[in-house]
């Protein structure tokens, strides 16, 4: 199968399973992470997601192979695509209400950096590497690229990348923000993102979610909008009951048990 997935008790690993195309995302790749992601944001069962690929690369992006068959093909819509299956994907994760953790390990491009970026956490090793393929193909970026991409490293840059179309190193991508960790070792990258998503999920799922809710308003709208979602996400997780669990814990001086609802 070209798309693995392993619960691993709360933990949800999703990973490509291409390694021969460097993890390249064709038609049966996208459709199955797209019903994948849309199954585990409804899956109360699972409280993080950890994506990952097998083999030297995270993923590489579109299947240019295929892509090329398409276009010899004289389809009227060769990136169809990405309405069909880019868009959907990059909304399934960006809004995954529970924590999302990429395991970078090798190169991620065009699409793959695309879903590296969308994720909450990246984690990379000294092979991990970014390319914002798209301008090397002639076209420009996609699958959320051009809204997680300025938002962590700035227009400037995000404009330079993009443009130029050049390979980014772990150091580097460290440097700017594109990796929230980077290890030593390539070795470690899965397990150190797997141990952090275990974190994440004993954690406050709820609130996590609300969080991320928030964010994505407060950057992107107004004070005054952003002031009405905090009144609503903390509305929401006042409900809930690790709220109350663990506010008595905190007086107790005890550790809190989040149940994640």
């Known amino acids: ?81 990405v309405r069909e299956h880019y868009n959907p994907i990059a909304e399934l994760v960006l809004t995954m209400p529970k924590p999302v953790v990429a395991a970078v390990r090798g190169m991620a491009a065009g699409a793959g950096a695309s879903l590296a970026l969308l994720a909450d956490f990246r984690i990379g090793g000294p092979g991990t590497g970014f390319l914002m393929a798209f301008a090397n193909v002639g076209l420009a970026g996609d699958t959320g690229v051009s809204w997680t991409l300025p938002r962590l490293v700035g227009h400037a840059k995000a404009t330079e990348l993009l443009l130029l179309a050049e390979p980014v190193d772990a150091p580097a991508a460290d440097r700017l923000g594109l990796l929230t960790r980077l290890v030593d070792d390539d070795e470690q990258v899965l397990p150190v993102a797997l141990e952090l998503a275990a974190r994440l999920a004993a954690g406050p799922t709820v609130a996590y979610a609300q969080i991320k809710r928030q964010l994505a308003a407060g950057s992107s709208g107004t004070l005054r909008e952003a002031l009405e979602v905090e009144a609503q996400v903390q509305a929401v997780c006042g409900q809930t009951a690790d709220h109350k669990a663990s506010t008595a814990a905190f007086v107790q001086k005890q550790k809190p048990v989040f149940a994640g609802a």
Do not use: I
């Open 1 to 81: 199968m070209s798309l693995q997935v392993e619960r691993n008790e709360a933990v949800a690993v999703v990973t490509f399973n291409r390694p021969e195309a460097l993890n390249a995302l064709d038609t049966a790749t996208k459709v199955a992470l797209r019903d994948t992601l849309k199954e585990l944001a409804e899956d109360t069962a699972v409280r993080a997601v950890v994506l990952a690929g097998t083999g030297r690369a995270f993923c590489v992006g579109q299947d240019l192979r295929e892509h090329v068959a398409l276009l010899e093909s004289g389809s009227d819509a060769p990136l169809s695509t």
